[in-house]
């Protein structure tokens, strides 16, 4: 099958690739390279170049002729959306919408759609199913939700047919050691107590220690990158076997707190580092955890790496071996 990936150079996105090349896909990588790095896209073919610059995109698709496209490429930081609006505005929703436009021209009909579960802001029941009610508290959130609608909108118009995967929090590494997580600047949870757990970062700080949960500490639903690649890949198969257009939670349906996984991680690396209290950080809920009941029963689901022990030592092999 041919497949075109936005953003395959990105962390979840060259683990989809790779799997897709693995089974002798031909896949095609748009990227910037901006946060994205080239020796991520192993064997499959890159393009470097932006989504804004719809004279190349529209000779891409032309020449290409993709069978699907999966977008990865966005910015992904909240706090920064908060502090930049435009820029996710800008490249989420704008370079996204320009992206839907040029795969209309070229006759694409199977899309899919990397999603967050930052689309529900802060839900009032958890786990959370998809017909949860869709209120971001965050330009993030809203950046991909415009995407979402805009997606449902076209293939209600037409022949078109996608699939959005709502992540929850993407974690881990493929334990090859060959591709992994790398941003700059970091900010997610894992890689910063990896930081502290090496010395590079003096300790790592928990933002908020005075939630409503059991510990005080936000609970999150971390999900292995190697089980979101698969929901990746049975996305498509579902697809080309007529499925409707839907949206899928990704997620194991089991949350950590955050001093559950900082404990985790003192485990797995059999390293000590120092824990500081810190402020809440703005925009995160208390708990964010997925009913992910339908990506089971509609795609056949079955997560590998369910376990947070597993998905850190995969990171941590990652992070001691790293080759970007
Ligand atoms: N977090 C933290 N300290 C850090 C980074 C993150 O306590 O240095 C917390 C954050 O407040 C959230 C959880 O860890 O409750 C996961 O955050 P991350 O940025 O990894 O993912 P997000 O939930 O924002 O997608």
Redesign the pocket.
């Known amino acids: 099958m041919k497949v075109l990936v936005t953003g395959g150079a990105g962390y979840i996105g060259s683990h989809v690739v790779r799997q897709l090349t693995a089974r002798g896909d031909d896949v095609l990588v748009l990227d910037n390279l901006s946060n994205g790095h080239r020796e991520a896209v192993g064997i499959a073919g890159l393009e470097v170049m932006n989504l804004a610059d719809s004279v190349a995109l529209n000779r891409i698709l032309g020449e290409f002729r993709p069978d699907a496209v999966m977008h990865f490429a966005a910015f992904i930081e ?1 706090g920064e959306s908060v502090q930049n609006p435009l820029k996710y505005y800008q490249n989420n929703t704008a370079n996204g919408f320009a992206l839907l436009a040029a795969c209309a021209d070229a006759g694409v009909k199977n899309f899919i759609f990397s999603s967050t579960a930052a689309v529900y802001g802060s839900p009032e029941n958890t786990p959370i199913p998809e017909t949860a009610s869709l209120n971001p508290i965050n330009p993030y959130g809203f950046s991909k939700l415009f995407v979402e609608q805009a997606l449902g909108d076209l293939s209600a118009s037409d022949d078109f047919r996608f699939v959005a995967l709502r992540y929850f ?1 993407a974690a881990g590494a493929d334990p090859s050691g060959e591709i992994g997580e790398s941003h700059d600047p970091e ?3 894992i890689p ?1 107590i990896f930081k502290a757990a090496t010395g590079e970062r003096e300790n ?5 220690s005075d939630y409503p949960t059991p510990d005080g500490t ?1 609970i ?1 639903d971390y999900v292995h990158v190697n089980d979101l690649a698969d929901a990746h890949l049975l996305a498509l198969s579902y697809l080309q076997n007529g499925g409707e257009s839907a949206a899928f939670n990704c997620g194991y349906g089991h949350g950590y707190s ?1 001093k559950e996984v900082v404990d985790t991680v003192k485990r797995a690396t059999g390293r000590e580092f120092e824990v500081v209290d810190a402020p809440r ?1 703005a925009g ?1 809920p208390p708990i ?1 955890v997925a009913d992910s009941r339908r990506l089971k029963e509609a795609l056949n689901w079955t997560p590998r790496f369910d376990s947070l022990d597993i998905t850190v030592r995969t990171a941590w092999n990652w992070e001691l071996n790293r080759r970007y």
């Open positions: 909240v929090n900010s997610h949870l910063l790592i700080s928990i933002f908020g936000c999150r955050v950080r995160d964010l």
